[in-house]
């Protein structure tokens, strides 16, 4: 993941980024913080929108799970559900 420009904010409530990233391979990718992910509103079709990321502890973002990116070697990986989230 390579990420080239921010356009993040620091959530009021849980503290965690959220925004978008532009992404190297992946072009403009939305970023959810904790509360964005416990609002359906952010899902589409109980799916979050693919690809898209969340903000963890310590400001890391990781893929979020049950999504697909694209790589620098130009495939496609999917991040399964059960990668899991480390809350």
Do not use: A, Q
């Not at 072009?27 to 979050?48: A, E, M, Q, Y």
């Amino acid at each position: 993941m390579e990420i080239l420009n921010k356009n993040l904010e620091r959530c009021d409530e849980c503290k965690r980024l959220r925004g978008y990233v532009e992404e190297k391979y992946n072009g403009w990718v939305p970023v959810f913080c904790f509360c964005d992910l416990k609002n359906s509103r952010t899902k589409i079709n109980n799916r979050f929108p693919s690809p898209s990321m969340i903000s963890r502890r310590n400001d890391l973002l990781t893929w979020t799970p049950t999504t697909d990116s694209k790589e620098k070697d130009g495939k496609w990986w999917h991040t399964p559900h059960f990668s899991g989230f480390g809350y």
